[in-house]
């Protein structure tokens, strides 16, 4: 056989960090052996795969036809040494959303790790595009996301109902009435997630649905951040009843009812279309099935609350 497993290795790690001396850092070894293995590896069958631009390595027609059956033969190799040594799983790249990371992916690490140990879990949480372009570089094995995407690389699939609820302190003018109707949202000062992540883009859409154009003073990438501005008074927030849960059971926060705004969506899996599905992969989803038991959505969860 002319190429070798180390080979592949370093091409698919050049591949996604585009810069050789980062990718012979994250392998543990030196810069010119990293270079002479994907020089050797293109020189075998005079084959470029990359289009070399200053100090950068761009992936061309080539390489990306090479990048999934390489990230494909990895993860099968990863499960062999795994079997090798004693069943140990291959570790899983998950990417959540802040919603799911914050809510509901420690719980569910937690228990996988207890059910398989010397299991390895890597957790990324950032927001629904961040997550969908990293599986896109093949960095990530399974995603977790709370908004709506499209794209032909990647295979979506139901998990969990979610809704999103408006909410304010319980001094705010609101917090009485309970209720809020088209007419008055224009006349609220907003507080809400930024642009990127699900529950903005869904906050958004709801907005044009009614056409009304939010007035949005403040926008906070993290659920947490935005429970305090809106508990200070400083005006109303939307998040997902997941991550409110206890602060309205606290009465920290109060729900107001918004009949004229379609706040529902659905928590999906996301994982790339020709990414091999590892076993540990496999079982990680169906943590996340088992967890979340028989509820239809989130407001059923009888999970413990993390603040």
């Given at each position: 056989?002319?190429?070798?497993?180390?080979?592949?290795?370093?091409?698919a790690?050049?591949a996604?960090l585009?810069?050789?001396?980062r990718a012979?850092?994250?392998?543990?070894?030196?810069?010119?052996a990293?270079?002479?293995?994907l020089?050797?590896l293109?020189?075998?069958?005079?084959?470029?795969?990359?289009?070399?631009?200053?100090?950068?390595l761009?992936?061309?027609?080539?390489?990306?036809?090479?990048l999934?059956?390489?990230?494909?033969?990895?993860a099968r190799a990863g499960?062999?040494?795994?079997y090798l040594?004693?069943?140990?799983?291959?570790?899983v790249?998950?990417?959540a959303t802040l919603?799911?990371?914050?809510?509901l992916?420690?719980?569910?690490v937690?228990?996988?790790l207890?059910?398989?140990?010397g299991a390895?879990?890597?957790?990324s949480?950032?927001?629904?595009?961040?997550?969908?372009?990293?599986?896109?570089?093949?960095?990530?094995?399974?995603?977790?996301?709370?908004?709506?995407a499209s794209?032909?690389?990647l295979?979506?699939?139901?998990?969990l109902?979610?809704?999103?609820?408006?909410?304010?302190?319980?001094a705010?003018?609101?917090?009485?009435i309970?209720?809020?109707?088209?007419t008055?949202?224009?006349?609220?000062?907003?507080?809400?997630r930024?642009?990127?992540?699900?529950?903005r883009?869904?906050?958004?859409?709801?907005?044009?649905?009614v056409?009304?154009?939010?007035?949005v003073?403040?926008q906070?990438e993290h659920?947490e951040?935005?429970?305090?501005?809106?508990?200070?008074?400083?005006g109303?927030?939307?998040?997902?009843?997941?991550a409110?849960?206890?602060a309205?059971?606290?009465?920290?926060?109060v729900?107001?009812k918004t009949p004229?705004?379609?706040?529902r969506r659905?928590?999906?899996f996301?994982?790339q279309r020709?990414r091999?599905?590892?076993?540990a992969?496999?079982m990680?989803?169906?943590?996340?099935?088992?967890?979340?038991?028989?509820?239809?959505?989130?407001?059923?969860?009888?999970?413990?609350?993390?603040?």
């Open positions: 056989m002319k190429i070798t497993l180390r080979q592949i290795e370093v091409f790690a050049i996604r585009e810069n050789v001396s012979a850092t994250q392998l543990n070894m030196s810069q010119s990293a270079s002479t293995a020089l050797e293109e020189r075998h069958f005079d084959s470029p795969l990359f289009d070399r631009i200053g100090k950068s761009r992936l061309n027609g080539s390489g990306r036809g090479l999934p059956q390489a990230e494909d033969i990895l499960e062999i040494e795994g040594a004693g069943g140990r799983l291959a570790p790249a998950v990417g919603t799911i990371g914050n809510y992916a420690t719980l569910v937690v228990e996988y207890r059910l398989n140990p390895r879990v890597d957790l949480v950032c927001n629904t595009r961040q997550v969908v372009e990293r599986l896109r570089r093949f960095e990530l094995d399974i995603g977790l996301i709370e908004g709506e794209d032909s690389e295979i979506f699939e139901p998990w109902d979610d809704e999103l609820v408006v909410f304010c302190a319980p705010h003018p609101l917090a009485k309970g209720v809020l109707r088209s008055g949202i224009s006349t609220q000062k907003w507080i809400v930024e642009p990127g992540s699900g529950t883009a869904l906050f958004d859409r709801a907005m044009q649905a056409g009304i154009d939010a007035d003073c403040l906070l659920t951040a935005i429970k305090r501005a809106v508990e200070s008074g400083l109303i927030g939307c998040l997902s009843r997941l409110l849960r206890e309205l059971r606290r009465g920290s926060l729900e107001i004229e705004l379609a706040l659905r928590f999906q996301v994982r020709q091999h599905v590892s076993t992969t496999r990680f989803m169906a943590e996340c099935r088992r967890l979340s038991g028989e509820a239809s959505d989130t407001s059923e969860l009888l999970l413990p609350f993390i603040p």
